[in-house]
Antibody, heavy 125, light 110 residues
């Protein structure tokens, strides 16, 4: 059974940093691309970042480029996102999601076949 | 403002057929696969349709997806009370080099 579990959320001041983790089980982690998707309170889904199975290709939404870094440790079956220079508008539930395919040479499909339960990040002074 | 456009709400009565539209452009839906998700309140989203019209195992055949040009649709037949949820479409966008979502459609079963 595929399982994804996020951790690391919490309250942080604007300008601060946070690292989220997502531990995966039930599948061969390195064979699948992974992603972070967030949802601000009362709003829709927003894709944040994706990473290929090997970790060699990464993709980011414009609003987090230069501030967030996605990475993975395939030996630990764990996905990360390092979030720096956090802004109030980064407040959201952050979900990790498995992508049902690996990324191609220039794209990474919107095929999120399994999701974690989410972790809440609140950026506030 | 979402890159993919969905109606904010839809409704139907039990047993009815409803459709939810998702309008995009030549850089997202036009050349790429469309995916659909639904989300019950307080829970994580779940995949409903992948690659335009494929259903993951466990998703009833009451749910179907289609695509034409730069638009896509999700159809739900035999509407049931448990279908009341938020529905989102998504696709890769070649111009943005990223995934774009629709703003979501809240489905109410009357």
């Amino acid at each position: 059974e595929v399982q994804l579990g996020e951790s690391g959320g919490g309250l942080v001041q604007p300008g601060g940093s946070l690292r989220l983790s997502c531990t995966a089980s039930g599948f061969t982690f390195s064979e699948f691309a992974m992603s972070w998707v967030r949802q601000a309170p009362g709003t829709g889904l927003e894709w944040v970042s994706s990473i290929s199975g090997s970790g060699g290709r990464t993709y980011y939404t414009d609003s987090v480029k230069g501030r967030f870094t996605i990475s993975r440790d395939n030996s630990k079956n764990t996905l990360y996102v390092q979030m720096n220079s956090l802004r109030v508008e980064d407040t959201a539930v952050y979900y990790c999601a498995r992508i049902g395919f690996d990324c191609g040479s220039s794209d990474c499909p919107a095929w999120f076949d399994f999701w974690g339960q989410g972790t809440l990040v609140i950026v506030s002074s | 403002q979402s890159v993919l456009t969905q109606p904010p709400s839809a409704s139907g009565t039990p047993g009815q057929r409803v459709t939810i539209s998702c309008s995009g452009s030549g850089s997202n839906i036009g050349p790429n696969y469309v995916y659909w998700y639904h989300q019950l309140p307080g829970t994580a989203p779940k995949l409903l349709i992948y690659r335009h019209n494929q259903r993951p195992s466990g998703v009833p055949d009451r749910f179907s997806g289609s695509k034409s040009g730069t638009s896509a649709s999700l159809a739900i037949s035999g509407l049931r009370s448990e279908d009341e949820a938020d529905y989102f479409c998504a696709a890769w966008d070649d111009s943005l080099s990223g995934v774009v979502f629709g703003g979501g459609t809240k489905l109410t079963v009357l």
